[in-house]
C-alpha cells in the first residue's frame, strides 16, 4: 500500500435517506473519508429520481429541487448516479409499491473499482451488501461502514470498522440548532454511554470531539484521543431513557455540554433521543 492509501465512498443514499440520515452533509463526509491523508479515488453516490413524477406530472418544483441537490452533491466532487424509480401497480392501474433499487450498481461499480482502491468507505445500513464486504476485504481492500439506524449487526460485524453517522461531528446536522458548534460548551452533541453506575446514579459519556485519524484512541485520558469523556447524572436523563439503553452501545444519545460548576470537565444536560443503531 502507498503511503497516501486510495480511497473509495459509495453512499446508498435511499437506504440512508429512509433510516436516520436525511440532510447527511456530503462535505463532512469527504472530509471524514480522507482523514488520514488518503486520496480520494472515487466519490460515488446513489440516489433515487422518479422520472415519471418528473416529467408525466409536470412537477417543476420537484424537477428543480432534485437538480439543485444533485447539484450541491457534484461540487463537493461526488459522482451522481441517478436510479429510476419504478412504480408497480395492481390491475386497476393504482399504485402498490416504488422502488429505486441501487444494491447491484454500487457493488459492481465497487469490485470493478476495487483494484485501484486500498480503503473503501461504505455508507450504507443495508445486509444486502454482506458478500460485496467479503469479496472487496478477499481482494485486499480495507472497508469501512458509516450507518445510522436499522443498521445490519452481521454487515457491522464484517466491516473492518462501522462507524455512527449520529456521532460523525457535523455529518447530521441537528436542525433545531442552526449555529450549533459541536463540542464547544453549550453545543448539542452526540455519544454513546461508555461506563453506567447504576447503584450511584451517574455515568459517563463518550463523545467523538473531532474528525481525526486517530479514531482508534479511545481512552479519553490520552491527550490524542479524538474524544472526550461526559459526566452525566440521572437526573439529566430524559423521561423512558433506562438502564438498558445505557448499558447498550448500540444506542446514541443526544444531549447538550455544559461547564461543570463543581470541578473540572464536562457535563451532559437534557440527555434525549436513544436512537437505536441495529436493525431489528
Not at 31 to 58: C, H, M, P, V
Not at 198 to 211: A, E, P
Amino acid at each position: 500500500m502507498s503511503s497516501q492509501p486510495r480511497v473509495g465512498v459509495f453512499v446508498d443514499a435511499e437506504n440512508i435517506r429512509y433510516n436516520g440520515g436525511y440532510q447527511m452533509r456530503y462535505d463532512v463526509l469527504r472530509r471524514f473519508a480522507a482523514r488520514e491523508g488518503g486520496r480520494l479515488q472515487r466519490l460515488n453516490t446513489y440516489i433515487a429520481y422518479d422520472i415519471e413524477r418528473a416529467e408525466k406530472d409536470g412537477d417543476e418544483d420537484y424537477r428543480r429541487k432534485c437538480r439543485e441537490y444533485h447539484q450541491l452533491i457534484r461540487e463537493f466532487g461526488y459522482k451522481v448516479n441517478l436510479k429510476h424509480v419504478r412504480h408497480y401497480r395492481d390491475e386497476d392501474g393504482n399504485i402498490t409499491n416504488s422502488k429505486a433499487d441501487a444494491d447491484l450498481d454500487l457493488a459492481m461499480d465497487a469490485m470493478l473499482q476495487a483494484e485501484r482502491l486500498d480503503h473503501i468507505l461504505l455508507v450504507t445500513g443495508d445486509g444486502d451488501f454482506l458478500p460485496l464486504v467479503r469479496a472487496l476485504q478477499s481482494r485486499g481492500c480495507r472497508v469501512e461502514l458509516i450507518g445510522f439506524k436499522h443498521v445490519s449487526e452481521e454487515l457491522q460485524g464484517q466491516v473492518d470498522a462501522f462507524y455512527s453517522g449520529f456521532t460523525i461531528p457535523d455529518l447530521l446536522p441537528i436542525h433545531y440548532e442552526k449555529d450549533n458548534q459541536w463540542g464547544e460548551v453549550g453545543s448539542c452533541v452526540r455519544g454513546v454511554c461508555v461506563n453506567w453506575l447504576k447503584d450511584k446514579g451517574y455515568g459517563f459519556m463518550r463523545v467523538l470531539d473531532r474528525i481525526s485519524s486517530d479514531l482508534w484512541i479511545t481512552d479519553t485520558r490520552n491527550p490524542q484521543s479524538p474524544y472526550i469523556s461526559v459526566f452525566c447524572h440521572k437526573s439529566e436523563l430524559a423521561e423512558g431513557i433506562d438502564d438498558r439503553q445505557l448499558n447498550n452501545r448500540d444506542f446514541i444519545f443526544e444531549f447538550y455540554l455544559q461547564r461543570s460548576e463543581q470541578k473540572e470537565g464536562l457535563i451532559a444536560t437534557n440527555v434525549r433521543d436513544a436512537y437505536l443503531i441495529n436493525s431489528k
